[in-house]
């Protein structure tokens, strides 16, 4: 079983930045797509982005086009999300996820079930 683990998250003022990151144990990393995930108070886990096993095939929600990366370093076995122009909106904790299943990319589709997914990051933006 992958254990995922993010870190980064923090109290920030709006239009400021944040990076997150997200470390996978075990050597089959690089096997796998990665996603980020976040859910707000009160409301259900909404999918942000996603990045091919690769690297090539990135995607994003459409409330954080233009704002936030997505990258991954397959050395390190770890996923980044970058998030800049923070927005109050942005406020959730963030969860990385690793699907069941290798080589296989799902767009923004992501399966849940037999996914892997971190304890998650809270990021907080508020002036």
């Known amino acids: 079983q992958v254990q995922l683990v993010e870190s980064g998250g923090g109290l920030v003022q709006p239009g400021e930045s944040l990076r997150l990151s997200c470390t996978a144990s075990?050597?089959?990393?690089?096997?796998?797509?990665m996603a980020w995930f976040r859910q707000a108070p009160g409301k259900e886990r909404e999918f942000v982005a996603a990045i091919s096993h690769g690297g090539v095939w990135i995607i994003y929600a459409d409330p954080v086009k233009g704002r936030f990366t997505i990258s991954r370093d397959n050395a390190k076995n770890t996923v980044y999300l970058q998030l800049n122009s923070l927005k109050a909106e942005d406020t959730a904790v963030y969860y990385c996820t690793r699907p069941g299943k290798e080589w296989q990319w799902y767009g923004s589709a992501w399966p849940r079930e037999n996914a892997s997914w971190g304890q998650g990051t809270q990021v907080t933006v508020s002036s």
């Open positions: 075990g050597r089959t990393f690089s096997n796998y797509a």
